[in-house]
């Protein structure tokens, strides 16, 4: 007697899926027209190892942030290194330039990736333990162009995918000017200390610009009279950021200024920004649809001009941005979107072991000439393989019997007319070339 198997080995791990039919379609379709445009625009792929060593990220990311308290999958190795599951793509893109030399190629160097990146987060609609990514980054150049860069091509992925997501930007200062404003901060939460939430309290002491990520009532309560950055950066901060907007308005690319736009990770200076989708509560519903709309972070990036100073101790300005794949796909599912596949429109039907045999050629001639071909191999009887070929709705059937098969022909039948024809074997994949792409 087999053993039953036990339920949960069955599962795969929380937070993480299998992706096949419609939802890869348009996984696969996200990245190509991600790596279709990054690539026009100059940036080149690299591909990272899913795992790094830990100090890389506890090193860069800030120890008060979310990543590093809590998110991290980390381990030690047989051979004792401690080692994470990448969270993110940024920190080792940085670690690759430096490591690959890429200081003596022409600068700025321009790099793009798509993969899979993980943390341990509470699995909820649009957030995975293991979910994917396409990024950019654009390594070497202080420069506005660099964010303007960055966003007009991450901007321009997105609508290309048919998406509609709204940009937020904001200026988080840099070394000169920050130190000022989190004072301001402190200031101003010290004395709503009290009504500061549990995380909050704690997150208070370490670092007061992540109070304003908080999505608790009484915290967002709070943000609404919080200074804001904005007065407080220095003269080349507001002329960057300005910058920045200038480029926005002549690309066109419509934006909103959110000054308590923070992000979850402390490595960034100067620009920050993120693409917010809306799901739910479409056009012409209930009253209180609004209420009901998520707002989705699709994705998001900024300036980080000093995380090569913490991870090799030299000076790397630098900006990038990285889209949510699985959000991304999340907003073309609800929107109905399914990817264009090549559908087949040939349908090959055989009958007995001759043909069947002849089969497998016959197959590889119509890869070979680039159509596609349906086929059910496994099938005998000429009624199911029918079957099959009207389930995929192809507009031809090629017909190989035992008698066909040894004079050398087939038979082509028109589906939708029923009118058939014999041909020899070599005249087939012509003919239904003229057939289906007419010149
Ligand atoms: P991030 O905001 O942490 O930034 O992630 C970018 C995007 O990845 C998010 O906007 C979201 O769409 C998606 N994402 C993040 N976590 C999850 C999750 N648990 N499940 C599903 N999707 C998720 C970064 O990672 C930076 N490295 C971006 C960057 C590049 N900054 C400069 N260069």
Request: charged share 30%; net charge neutral; hydrophobic share 35%.
């Amino acid at each position: 007697m087999p053993q039953r198997v036990k339920k949960d080995l069955l599962k795969s791990p929380r937070g993480t899926r299998d992706l096949f039919g419609d939802e890869l379609s348009r996984f696969d379709f996200i990245r190509s027209r991600f790596g279709e445009i990054a690539s026009y625009y100059g940036f080149q792929k690299i591909q990272t190892p899913h795992i790094e060593h830990s100090d890389l990220f506890t090193a860069s990311l800030g120890e008060a942030t979310d990543i590093v308290e809590k998110q991290m999958y980390t381990f030690r190795t047989r051979g004792g290194d401690q080692l994470t599951l990448r969270p993110e793509g940024t920190i080792p893109a940085v670690r690759a330039y430096f490591e690959n030399g890429m200081q003596a190629w022409p600068q700025p160097v321009m790099l793009y990736y798509s993969g899979s990146y993980f943390r341990h987060e509470s699995p909820q609609r649009g957030r995975f333990r293991e979910f994917g990514q396409v990024g950019l980054e654009v390594l070497g150049d202080s420069d506005a162009i660099a964010d303007a860069t960055v966003i007009r091509v991450a901007d321009l992925a997105i609508k290309e995918m048919g998406i509609s997501a709204q940009l937020e930007l904001n200026t988080l200062g840099d070394k000169e000017c920050r130190p000022g404003y989190r004072k301001e901060l402190s200031n101003y939460y010290r004395k709503h200390f009290n009504y500061l939430c549990k995380d909050c309290k704690r997150r208070f002491k370490e670092n007061p610009l992540r109070l304003l990520d908080c999505k608790e009532n009484s915290c967002l309560e709070l943000k609404k009279n919080a200074p804001q950055m904005l007065e407080y950066v220095c003269k080349e901060c507001k002329d960057h950021f300005k910058a920045v907007l200038d480029f926005m308005d002549s690309l066109e690319i419509p934006y909103l200024l959110n000054p308590y736009l923070v992000r979850g990770l402390d490595y960034y200076t100067r620009t920050v920004f993120e693409f917010v989708a809306t799901l739910g509560g479409k056009e012409g519903q209930a009253e209180n649809a609004a209420e009901k709309v998520e707002r989705l972070e699709v994705g998001g990036g900024g300036r980080y001009d000093y995380l090569a100073e913490i991870l090799a101790g030299k000076s790397l300005p630098a900006a990038g941005c990285a889209l949510g794949v699985d959000r991304l796909s999340e907003v073309l599912r609800e929107g109905g979107v399914v990817p264009p596949t090549e559908e087949a429109k040939v349908f090959l039907i055989q009958l007995g072991d001759v043909a069947k045999r002849k089969s497998l050629a016959l197959v590889e001639e119509f890869r070979k000439a680039g159509l596609r071909l349906a086929q059910s191999l496994a099938k005998d009887s000429i009624r199911g393989q029918l079957r099959v070929a009207d389930k995929l709705g192809v507009e031809y059937s090629i017909i190989l019997g035992q008698k066909e098969a040894m004079d050398g022909t087939v038979i082509l039948r028109d589906m939708s007319s029923g009118i058939q024809e014999t041909l020899p074997l070599p005249k087939l994949i012509e003919r239904l070339k003229n057939k289906i792409y007419p010149k």
